[in-house]
């Protein structure tokens, strides 16, 4: 095992080509969700790189069932109207009403024209979700997770990104916003990604990335 871990760290070194290959991929075909014609172009852009970049025997299989597609609406209408609370506090930000830009996670259901309403709570993880949610505090709220930095792409991917919504919704929230999963201070713009499927018995809610 030590040693085909080796050759996989050989072949993704810097000196290689497979940064490019898969800066390439992420640049040209963003946004590759299951069924989606970008997913198509992204697999046929592999399999020519595979047989005539590096001249690998490459063979595609298509599958026999039938795979989800979930298409983005107007991203022109997706964003966040923010009310701040502002009494009590000192300095007192102005402006108290703001628009942030947001973009739906893959798979999320969306929240219809009227959109939803809902008091902002603000956790940094499951278990500070866990806390606010059996003491009633996220019942009709908007959860926020906000891990503050980025530290390691699998920590947040799966547990906050992929399962977020579905442990907020338990708790009886009305919507998720995610902070987009990307290095401190890339350019590259919101990182959406997609959420898991909802458990069974467990209303799906509207989830969003924000920057």
Excluded at 74 to 89: H, M, P, Q, R
Excluded at 120 to 129: A, G, Q, T
Excluded at 140 to 164: E, M
Aim: include cysteine.
């Amino acid at each position: 095992m030590a040693k085909e871990l080796k050759t996989v760290l050989e072949l993704a070194s810097e000196t290689s080509r497979v940064y490019y290959h898969l800066e390439t991929l992420c640049l040209c075909f963003p946004g590759r969700i299951s069924g989606s014609d970008i997913l198509e172009s992204a697999i046929d852009f592999l399999r020519d790189l595979g047989d005539k970049e590096m001249k690998l025997p490459v063979m595609r299989e298509e599958l026999v069932t039938d795979c989800p597609n979930w298409e983005r609406g107007d991203n022109d209408k997706e964003k966040l109207f923010v009310d701040i609370a502002g009494d009590g506090i000192w300095p007192m930000p102005n402006p108290l009403h703001r628009t942030l830009r947001i973009m739906a996670n893959g798979h999320s259901p969306g929240t219809g024209e009227s959109g939803i309403r809902g008091k902002i709570i603000s956790v940094m993880n499951n278990e500070e979700l866990k806390k606010a949610g059996d003491v009633g505090q996220l019942e009709n709220a908007i959860v926020l997770y906000d891990f503050k930095h980025y530290t390691k792409y699998g920590d947040l991917s799966g547990p906050i990104r992929g399962c977020g919504a579905n442990s907020a919704s338990k708790f009886g929230a009305a919507g998720v916003l995610n902070r987009a999963i990307a290095p401190d201070g890339s350019t590259s713009g919101l990182h959406t990604g997609t959420i898991m499927p909802f458990e069974e018995g467990v209303k799906p809610i509207p989830t969003v990335c924000e920057s």
